[in-house]
């Protein structure tokens, strides 16, 4: 198949989705797929006169669309050196020729992160113009997309999550949540622009450091104990993985530099345990209205309560990904993740 594989942007994520983006795009080039790795954002430029076909044979073109990706640094990406690199001027979130060439592919692979990729903003154009992408549709991944509102239905459908309020940017609402508490941007990810606040002075630095990244923060309730997370595909859990930093908390260092985190899977818990914290990933798959795949991380208390925090809908694809190391327990190579993924895509267009 024709295959255009999505990544990069200008996201706090964009370095974790290049990542992402490269591993996917050789999974399938392996496979025997035409694939074609695009920055969303600064798009493809022909050398010279572009033919009217042009688009059609970028499939046949013979090279590594991945051999100027960078890596994951223990820093997030200037977004505004990435702007200044875009020739066209225009403000347009899709680069020169990215939807021509996604319409001539049989499908899109989304390896995206972060704002737009995973807010719905992309997906609704996509269905509007009848591109096929993996992933869940843009309903679904707007709600996930929003801490807010996954909180919410969390609740709803009784699933556990820690007690948090909404906060935006210039309200004089007081938080009731106790010290010490989590501050996190609302639509953020890879743990960009969350703090644990110990005090009042560190709340409002971790207030500071999350409205960087949106008008809207989350605060809500610290659960000690240990981290999880678990993958769904099409309804269905994967083996859980335990997430153990060496040092703080799961951060944006921590997810994606190797060797600062310690990850077991399958995890080292009861059996009735594993099931619930699956049951509870597949109930909230449901409730958020999700498709294809995504991942829900986890606390679980020293009680042995758990605490969903959050769905991923476009999960990290990266050498240190948590999703790639669930099918693996469950004897998924990565390039069959990938086939199946878009397989799914693809039938269910």
Wanted: with cysteine; proline share 4%.
């Amino acid at each position: 198949m024709k295959i255009v594989v999505l990544a990069g942007g200008i996201s706090t994520e964009r370095d974790v989705s290049l990542s992402s983006g490269t591993m996917i795009y050789r999974a399938l080039k392996e496979r025997g797929h035409k694939a074609v790795l695009l920055d969303v954002y600064l798009g493809y430029e022909w050398q010279g006169h572009k033919e009217p076909d042009q688009i059609k044979k970028i499939f046949d073109i013979d090279k590594d669309w991945a051999g100027e990706m960078g890596t994951i640094t223990d820093k997030n990406p200037d977004i505004d050196q990435i702007k200044s690199m875009r020739k066209d001027g225009s403000k347009s979130f899709f680069g020169p020729n990215v939807l021509a060439i996604c319409q001539a592919a049989d499908a899109v692979f989304m390896a995206l992160h972060g704002e737009n990729g995973e807010n719905g903003k992309i997906q609704a154009c996509f269905d509007l113009m009848g591109i096929t992408y993996t992933g869940t549709d843009y309903v679904s991944s707007a709600l996930s997309m929003d801490k807010g509102l996954s909180k919410e239905l969390f609740t709803y459908y009784h699933i556990p999550t820690p007690f948090g309020i909404r906060l935006s940017k210039g309200s004089t609402q007081e938080s009731d949540v106790p010290f010490p508490c989590i501050v996190k941007a609302c639509r953020g990810g890879s743990s960009v622009g969350v703090s644990i606040a110990w005090s009042h002075k560190e709340y409002e630095q971790a207030l500071g450091e999350a409205f960087k990244y949106d008008d809207e923060v989350i605060v809500e309730q610290y659960i000690e104990g240990r981290e999880f997370s678990v993958g769904v595909m099409e309804g269905k859990a994967l083996p859980i993985i335990e997430i153990a930093p060496i040092q703080g908390f799961y951060d944006y260092k921590n997810k994606y530099q190797p060797g600062s985190t310690i990850e077991t899977c399958p995890a080292e818990i009861s059996q009735e345990k594993a099931k619930e914290m699956q049951g509870y990933a597949e109930k909230a798959f449901a409730a958020l209205r999700l498709k294809n795949y995504a991942r829900m991380d986890f606390m679980m208390s020293s009680k042995g309560e758990l605490f969903c925090l959050e769905a991923n809908t476009l999960p990290g694809m990266t050498p240190t990904s948590l999703l790639p190391q669930e099918a693996a327990a469950q004897g998924m190579s990565f390039g069959d993740l990938c086939e199946k993924i878009l397989a799914y895509a693809v039938k269910s267009n």
